[in-house]
C-alpha cells in the first residue's frame, strides 16, 4: 500500500471545506469603538481619582471639599511626605 503524497496546496485544499458547506461568516460591529472605549475608561480614571480625592480630604480629614483642588494643599501634602524624619 502506497500513501499518496501531497503537496502544500492540495493538502490545504483538502482540509478546506467547500464553498457550499460553508456557514456565512458574520460580521461584528461594535457598538463602541476601540478608541472611544480607551477615552471612556481614561475618563473614568480621571473621574474615580478626583471623587477619592474629595472623599478622603473632605470626610476623612475634615477638611472642605474645595480645597482638594488647590494648588497649595497638594503642596503642603508633598511637604508632610517628603518630610524627613
Do not use: N
Request: glycine content about 4%.
Amino acid at each position: 500500500m502506497e500513501t499518496k503524497q501531497l503537496t502544500r496546496e492540495e493538502f490545504k485544499q483538502e482540509q478546506q471545506p467547500s464553498q457550499q458547506d460553508e456557514k456565512p461568516k458574520k460580521i461584528r460591529i461594535r457598538l463602541i469603538p476601540i478608541w472611544l472605549r480607551i477615552v471612556i475608561v481614561i475618563l473614568a480614571i480621571v473621574f474615580a481619582v478626583t471623587i477619592g480625592c474629595v472623599v478622603g480630604y473632605s470626610v476623612i480629614g475634615e477638611g472642605k471639599p474645595s480645597e482638594v483642588f488647590q494648588k497649595e494643599t497638594w503642596s503642603h501634602i508633598f511637604d508632610l511626605v517628603k518630610k524627613d524624619i
